[in-house]
């Protein structure tokens, strides 16, 4: 098993950027193709962008296209994702997820996730 940590929410004013950090402890990160995954209030779960074991491959939602990157580092155990021109609809706790996996046209979670961490955008 895996155990993951977010970390790099926070607020911040629209056009910002802040950088997102997922630890993992236990089963190597290697071993895992991972996702993030966001939750506005009162919407349901969606999918922000993956990438496959090696970083060779990686994913978005149209909705962060050009804005978002995921990126990761195994000898750290650790993936990232940087978000840059940040909107306010951006607004939600953004989770980490291993095992993540292609689904139809875009990527469903895998069975771990983080706790997840707050990110807020003002206008």
């Known amino acids: 098993q895996v155990q993951l940590v977010e970390s790099g929410g926070g607020l911040v004013q629209a056009g910002g950027s802040l950088r997102l950090s997922c630890a993992a402890s236990g089963r190597a990160l290697r071993n895992y193709a991972m996702g993030w995954f966001r939750q506005a209030p009162g919407k349901d779960r969606e999918f922000v962008a993956y990438?496959?074991?090696?970083?060779?491959?990686?994913g978005y939602a149209d909705s962060v296209k050009g804005g978002f990157t995921i990126s990761r580092d195994n000898a750290k155990n650790t993936v990232y994702l940087q978000m840059n021109s940040l909107k306010p609809e951006d607004t939600a706790v953004y989770y980490c997820n291993a095992d993540a996996f292609a689904y139809g046209k875009s990527w469903a979670p895998g069975k771990y996730w983080g706790q997840g961490t707050q990110v807020t955008v003002s206008s």
């Open positions: 990438i496959d074991w090696s970083g060779t491959s990686t």
